[in-house]
């Protein structure tokens, strides 16, 4: 289970708008809120955010029980 709210204050602290990381992701920004709202992301996705937000410990936000 993905900690949706974790995930939004790492887009946030890190300047990102949820336009702005759709781009950098490749995807639009309504894609983007639906994968937020049902927290499903495919593994290239979480890897590349993981990058770009600079998450340190992916595995409590992403992989969260």
Do not use: V
Not at 2 to 25: D, F
Not at 43 to 64: T, V
């Amino acid at each position: 289970m993905i900690l949706i709210n974790e995930l939004k204050g790492k887009i946030r602290a890190k300047g990102y708008t949820q336009e702005k990381l759709a781009r950098e992701l490749g995807m639009s920004p309504k894609t983007l809120c639906n994968k937020l709202s049902k927290g499903i992301f495919g593994s290239d996705e979480i890897e590349k955010m993981i990058k770009l937000l600079d998450i340190k410990n992916p595995i409590d936000i992403f992989f969260n029980e």
